[in-house]
C-alpha cells in the first residue's frame, strides 16, 4: 500500500500549501516566460523542495499550461509524475557527490530532449564535494539554453557563495498548524479514513510544520490505532522544574530512559515542547500546539515564568550539543535538569538572576516586621570585647530648670544635642579639639589636627584639609572619627570633608582641663601620651603622616 504522503502528493502549483510566495514566484515567471537558468530552494525538511522543482518542470514541459500551471494530464505530465520523463534529472548529491557525477550529468546538459526544456534536480546541494561544486559552478556560468537547474537544500549556508550568487533562492518555510490541520481533514475525506479529530491533531503536532511528516505520523497513528505511545510523557519534567523537585526530575528521566526513548530524542522533544510554552508566553499566534495540548503547555508556561522558560531552552541547547560527544548521554541530561532545579548548583549569570528573583519573591510575602531591638550601647573606639574594661553607664538627671552655672564635672556626661540645645561653631570646635580627637587613634589624630572644622548644624560637621590627597584617604579613619562624635554630642553625626587650600596651620590645641582629661583618661579610647602629643605634627599628605607614625619625633633632613 502506498504511503500518504506519496499518494497525496501535490502534482500542480494552486495544490501546494503553504509556500504562496513561492508559487507566486515561480508561476508568474513560466506565465511571462521569465524563467531562471537557475533556482535554489532552501527550507526545512518535508516543506515541498522536490516536489515544487519537479511541479516546475512539469509547468515548464506542459501541453496545456493554464497561467503558469501544469494541466497534469498531458503526457508531459504523466511521465514526469512516473518519474519516466527524459525531460527531468534527479540526483541525489548526498550519494553522488563526486566530481565525475556532475561532469557526466553537466555534459548530458548539451543534449537535446523531447521537451522544451530539460529540468536538473539537485537535491541536498549543499553535500557536494568542493571540486563536484566547481564542475556544477562552470555550467551555472555559462548554462545551455534549454536548461534549467533546481538545487535543493536544508542548509543553504553551506552552499558555495559562488553557486548561491548565480541562482535565484527562494526560501521555503514551515507549514502552519491550522494549514496542516486542513491539510489532513481533505485526505482524510479524499482517501475515506476512518480517524478521529484527536488522532488528526497528534498527527499535526508530531508534523511540527512538515506536511511529509504529519502524514507519515499520521499512517504510523492509522497503524496503531492510537497516539498515546507516539511522544512521552513530560509532565513529570515539568513538575519538577515547578517544585525545584530534584529527586522526581532525575526519577522521571530513569522512567523514560527504561521505556525505550533515547536520550539526545528526549532533550530534543522535550525542548520542542518548552518551546512551545514560550511561545504560548510570548506570541500564542505563532505557537503550533492545538487544543489541550495547547492549554496544557500554557499552563506549565504560566507556572514557570517566561525567565525560567528561557533558562531551560538554553539550558538543553546547550546539553543537545554535548551530548553528540559524551559516552554516557543521559548523563548530560540528567545534569542538564539537577543544574535546573537547583540553580544553586549552576555558576551561570541566569542561574544567578533566578536565584535573586527567589529570594525577592519571597521577601514580598507579607511578614510581620521584627521588632528593631535598641541599638548597643556605644563602646570604646579601638577596644575589643575581650579586653576591654567595662565602663558603668552614665546617670542622666533630668533637672527642672537648668543650671546656669558653667562648671564642668568630669562625673557629668556631655551634654547632648537635641532639639533644646544649640552648639556654636566655636564651641563645636573647641570640644572637637578637646575631647573628639584625643579619643581617635594616634594615626588618626595626626590627620585631624591637621584639619578645621569649617560648620557644625547638630547633625552633620564639616571638615577641611589642605590636599585632595588627604581627603581621599579619610575614608580610612572615619568610623572612629564619627564614633567619637556621637560619643561626644550624644547624637548621630556624619561627617563632610572638603578640601581647602588656605588650611595650612594646624588648629590650635588647648590642654583639656582636669576634669576633663580625667574622664579621658577613664576611658579606654583615650591615647594616654603626654601632653606634647596634643600638639603633634602637622600633616599635608598621607605619606607625611605615615612617616610621623612609624618614626614618631623623627625630622625630615633635606
Known sequence: MTSLYRRFRPGRFSELRGQEHVVRALQGAVARDRVSHAYLFSGPRGTGKTTTARILAKALNCENPVDGDACNVCASCVAITRGSSLDVTELDAASNNGVDDIREITAGAWHGTPGRWKVYIFDEVHQLSKPASAALLKTLEEPPPHVVFVL?????????PTIRSRTQHLEFRLIGGETLSSLLHEVQDAAGLDVDDSTIETAVRLG???ARDALSALDQLLATGTGEESQPDFDGLFGALVSNDAVAAITTLATLARDGWDPEQLAESFAAEVRQAFLLQVAPEV?????????RLRSWGEQLGLARTVRVLETFGRAMREMKSAPEKIVVLEVAMVRLVKPDLDATLDALAERVTRLERQERVAVPPPVSAPPPPLRPIGTTTATAPTVPPVPVVVAEAPDPSPRVSSLDAPPAVGTDEVVSLEEARRRFVEKVVPRTSRGAQLVLRSATVVDFDGSRLTLAVATEEIRQNTDQI????RGALEHEFRAPVTVAWVVDANVTT?????????GAREELEATPDFDEGSEDDATGP???????????EMFPG???IS
Open 506 to 514: 594646624p588648629v590650635p590645641t588647648v590642654a583639656p582641663p582636669r
Open 538 to 548: 602637622v600633616v599635608s599628605s598621607v605619606a607625611e603622616h605615615l612617616i610621623a
Open 287 to 295: 505557537a503550533d500546539a492545538v487544543d489541550a495540548d495547547r492549554e
Open 478 to 481: 572615619s568610623q572612629g572619627l
Open 152 to 160: 535543493a537544500t536544508t542548509d543553504p549556508h553551506k552552499v558555495l
Open 208 to 210: 511540527r510544520g512538515s
Open 554 to 556: 623623627a625630622e625630615e
